[in-house]
Nanobody, 127 residues
Framework: QVQLVESGGGLVQAGGSLRLSCAAS????????MAWFRQTPGKEREFVAA????????YYADSVKGRFTISRDNAKNTVYLQMNSLQPEDTAVYYC????????????????????WGQGTQVTVSS
């Protein structure tokens, strides 16, 4: 069992930055591929970014590529999402997710591949 707790959300103006953190407890953190998803009311959960167990490879949705950066610190059991140049369309609840599975690069973007989820943190970008 893994518990995930997100933090760092808030209200920011367009063009601003936020850094989300996701602290994990339970099983060895380095055993899990990690990702960030986001969701707005009435829509399905949307892939944002993912990172492999070692942190050597990252994946991004086209909508955030070049603006967001995912990273992890396995010694601190934490994954981060640095969000720059935020836009109103980035407004959503952001969720951290962990997967025990060995995933292909296409699997990382699929919410069904993740076993554990955090409670979410709200990010609101005003225009």
């Amino acid at each position: 069992q893994v518990q995930l707790v997100e933090s760092g959300g808030g209200l920011v103006q367009a063009g601003g930055s936020l850094r989300l953190s996701c602290a994990a407890s339970g099983r060895p953190f380095s055993n899990y591929g990690m990702a960030w998803f986001r969701q707005t009311p009435g829509k399905e959960r949307e892939f944002v970014a993912a990172i492999t167990r070692s942190g050597s490879t990252t994946y991004y949705a086209d909508s955030v590529k070049g603006r967001f950066t995912i990273s992890r610190d396995n010694a601190k059991n934490t994954v981060y999402l640095q969000m720059n140049s935020l836009q109103p369309e980035d407004t959503a609840v952001y969720y951290c997710a962990a997967s025990r599975s060995l995933m292909t690069r296409w699997d990382y973007a699929s919410a069904s591949k993740y076993d554990y989820w955090g409670q979410g943190t709200q990010v609101t970008v005003s225009s």
